[in-house]
């Protein structure tokens, strides 16, 4: 009797010899769509750790694209340092947006950011440090119960950052991966 996942491996291993291409070497695109842009205010931080920063937002700022709003508290990013030269951080964010039409919508997202010595040391500062500065990707997903907003459940999107000055402000565009 031949197993169903032998019988697939040789349905697959023939393709591959038939074809001349290897299936795994095959490969897709990504189609990035915009999104957003989203304007975060920052509180200063708290070192709840040596190694873990809590960056709490404030109400009021803005979200404008094909979705306009404002962000709503509670919205807090819970930052971990990542041992290593110049800057690295591992993100880990929840941030709660309210549109223009009062639809609440629920964000989160992981990432990362890495600077390197010299951009730490003026994001440290507090300088505005900007996307050729430092690198600031992130994953975010959404839940709402919107109707009109509904598609947003089903989307993967991605978020680099345009602009971001520590204790003061993140700009970051999102933009739907397809």
Known sequence: MIHVSSLRFAVL????????????????????????????QKNPPLLADT??????????????????GRILEPSVDWVTVVPGDGLR???????TI?????EIIYVTYNGRMHCDKENAARFRKGEVIKADDCYL??????QTKSEKYSWLN?????????EYKNGDHLVYDLFVVR
């Open 137 to 142: 990707i992130s994953a975010p997903i959404f």
């Open 51 to 68: 190694n873990l920063i809590i960056s709490r937002d404030q109400t009021g700022g803005w979200i404008k694209g094909k979705v306009s």
């Open 154 to 162: 089903d989307v993967q999107a991605v978020g680099k950052m345009v």
């Open 98 to 102: 309210e549109t223009d039409e009062h």
């Open 13 to 40: 291993a023939s393709a591959v010899l038939l074809s001349g291409t290897p299936a795994i070497a095959q490969s897709t695109s990504l189609n990035p769509e915009y999104l957003m842009t989203v304007y975060i």
């Open 89 to 95: 951080l591992r993100l880990d964010a929840r941030v």
